[in-house]
C-alpha cells in the first residue's frame, strides 16, 4: 500500500498478504498468474474479513492485473464480500422448502434480536452479521440457519435466538 499511513494492525495485514502472494513466485509475465487470483483473494479475505476497494487495488498490483480484472471476480463469486461482516455470520436459508417451514418468521426473529435487517452492516460490536440465503442444500433439515457454516436444522424462532446467545455468550 503506498502514500496511506496505515495502522500498525493494518500494515501487518498488507505485511501478512504480501508474505502469502510473494510465496506462490507470480511472474509478470507468466499469463497463469490469473489463475492464482481467486487463491489470493481467498487468502486476503481470511486476513481482512472482507476485500475492501484498497485491498483489491493492492492485489491487483502485487498480480500483475488490472484493477478491473480483480474486482471482476470479487464481484462474480458470491464468497467474496466487500463490506464488512460480522465475526459470526448468520445466514437463515429462504429456499422454499425452509420458507414453507416458516424461516420468514426465524429472519425476523433474529432481525429483532440483533437490532440488524438481513444483508445490511453487521451489528454494532461487530460479532454478527446476518443474511438471507436462496438455498443452502439441506432441505430434509427445514427451515435451516446457519453460523459460520455451521448448519443448524429444523430452526424455529426460539431456537435460533438460542443458538444466536450461545455466540453471544462466547464474544
Given at each position: 500500500?503506498?502514500?496511506?499511513?496505515?495502522?500498525?494492525?493494518?500494515?501487518?495485514?498488507?505485511?501478512?498478504?504480501?508474505?502469502?502472494?510473494?510465496?506462490?513466485?507470480?511472474?509478470?509475465?507468466?499469463?497463469?498468474?490469473?489463475?492464482?487470483?481467486?487463491?489470493?483473494?481467498?487468502?486476503?479475505?481470511?486476513?481482512?474479513?472482507?476485500?475492501?476497494?484498497?485491498?483489491?487495488?493492492?492485489?491487483?498490483?502485487?498480480?500483475?492485473?488490472?484493477?478491473?480484472?480483480?474486482?471482476?471476480?470479487?464481484?462474480?463469486y458470491n464468497y467474496f464480500?466487500?463490506?464488512?461482516?460480522?465475526?459470526?455470520?448468520?445466514?437463515?436459508?429462504?429456499?422454499?422448502?425452509?420458507?414453507?417451514?416458516?424461516?420468514?418468521?426465524?429472519?425476523?426473529?433474529?432481525?429483532?434480536?440483533?437490532?440488524?435487517?438481513?444483508?445490511?452492516?453487521?451489528?454494532?460490536?461487530?460479532?454478527?452479521?446476518?443474511?438471507?440465503?436462496?438455498?443452502?442444500?439441506?432441505?430434509?433439515?427445514?427451515?435451516?440457519?446457519?453460523?459460520?457454516?455451521?448448519?443448524?436444522?429444523?430452526?424455529?424462532?426460539?431456537?435460533?435466538?438460542e443458538i444466536v446467545n450461545?455466540?453471544?455468550?462466547?464474544?
Open positions: 500500500m503506498c502514500c496511506k499511513k496505515l495502522s500498525e494492525a493494518a500494515a501487518a495485514k498488507f505485511a501478512e498478504l504480501d508474505a502469502f502472494i510473494d510465496g506462490l513466485g507470480i511472474d509478470r509475465a507468466d499469463e497463469r498468474r490469473r489463475g492464482r487470483l481467486i487463491q489470493v483473494l481467498h487468502r486476503a479475505q481470511a486476513i481482512f474479513g472482507y476485500l475492501p476497494r484498497e485491498v483489491q487495488i493492492h492485489v491487483a498490483k502485487k498480480m500483475f492485473l488490472t484493477e478491473a480484472q480483480v474486482s471482476g471476480v470479487v464481484s462474480f464480500s466487500t463490506e464488512p461482516k460480522g465475526k459470526y455470520c448468520v445466514d437463515v436459508c429462504l429456499g422454499t422448502a425452509c420458507y414453507v417451514k416458516g424461516a420468514e418468521k426465524v429472519l425476523q426473529e433474529l432481525e429483532r434480536v440483533l437490532g440488524i435487517k438481513a444483508d445490511t452492516n453487521p451489528t454494532e460490536d461487530g460479532l454478527f452479521s446476518l443474511s438471507a440465503l436462496r438455498c443452502v442444500g439441506a432441505c430434509g433439515l427445514a427451515p435451516v440457519m446457519m453460523v459460520n457454516g455451521k448448519v443448524y436444522g429444523k430452526v424455529t424462532p426460539a431456537k435460533a435466538v450461545e455466540y453471544k455468550a462466547k464474544g
